[in-house]
């Protein structure tokens, strides 16, 4: 999964993309690199970043994701918290939905994804994005989050939702601690039986780890997706999709050797 963030504040690439013509270019640029699918966002969820109207949001997405329908078949996700703008976007031919909120924010959203039967990341986040690494503390983190998934899974099963992937939100409402705990028991998310997704690219955990800046995580990145492949993740959410394909080929490679 490539991420277009279409946003003048993300912490990655904030403003690079926010002119609809480059947004164009990049969403060219990873599905030639071999995404399978692009992340599209018009609201930054880095910590601290302020929310961002209905209307701003729509009026950044909207347009490049009719663009990139008029020339590509490329499947297509719109990140959002709001069922309007998902509504909209799924109405101009995206694929899926990827709600950071878990789909608890929007209490219509459920109505959206039902009405469209398309898949949904329900992703977990400790508060919003203003207030998540405002001290965020668990008990036992893994414990808590299969809590929160067995929650949402009942909630969205219960409304006729079935095509759903879970993320348990690396870096949303986490310490270092947490994420690498996370990440080291990933294993036991599979447990649902859905997909699971992963999105650690160029995140601060790997900077504390690595002592690197934003710019030269990719080692670290490239380390994360490796390690949530072979856990069983099956989808990765990445600024860097031509070296997380060409990682993600050589260890499926790895994995499958000797297997016929």
């Not at 030639?32 to 701003?56: F, L, N, T, Y």
């Not at 347009?63 to 309007?84: E, F, G, Q």
């Not at 909120?101 to 990341?121: A, T």
């Not at 899974?153 to 870096?171: E, F, N, V, W």
Request: hydrophobic share 40%; proline share 5%; glycine share 8%.
């Amino acid at each position: 999964m490539g991420v277009l963030n279409i946003t003048p504040d993300s912490f990655s690439d904030g403003g690079r993309f926010l002119d609809p013509q480059q947004a164009l270019q990049q969403a060219g640029k990873m599905e030639k690199a071999g995404a399978a699918i692009i992340d599209i966002g018009g609201e930054s969820s880095r910590p601290g970043a302020p929310a961002v109207s209905e209307q701003e949001e729509s009026d950044r997405v909207l347009p490049v994701i009719a663009a990139l329908r008029r020339n590509s078949a490329v499947p297509l996700s719109i990140d959002t918290c709001k069922a309007r703008v998902a509504e909209e976007a799924l109405r101009l031919g995206v694929n899926w939905v990827n709600d950071i909120s878990g789909m608890r924010l929007d209490p219509q959203m459920s109505l959206v994804v039902k009405k469209w039967n398309c898949p949904v990341v329900v992703m977990h986040m400790l508060g919003t994005p203003q207030t998540m690494q405002v001290d965020p503390h668990y008990h036992d983190v893994i414990a808590e989050l299969h809590i929160f998934f067995s929650e949402r899974i009942q909630y969205l099963t219960a409304r006729g939702i079935r095509k759903i992937i879970l993320d348990p939100g690396i870096g949303f409402g986490k310490r270092l601690e947490d994420n690498l705990v996370i990440l080291r028991r990933m294993e036991t998310f599979k447990c649902y039986g859905y997909p699971l997704l992963v999105g650690t690219s160029r995140k601060s955990f790997i900077g504390t780890v690595t002592g690197r800046n934003v710019e030269e995580r990719m080692a670290g990145t490239l380390a994360s997706i490796a390690w949530s492949v072979a856990a069983g993740v099956s989808i990765v959410r990445t600024h860097d999709v031509a070296e997380a394909s060409d990682a993600m080929k050589v260890l499926a490679g790895i994995m499958t050797a000797g297997s016929t």
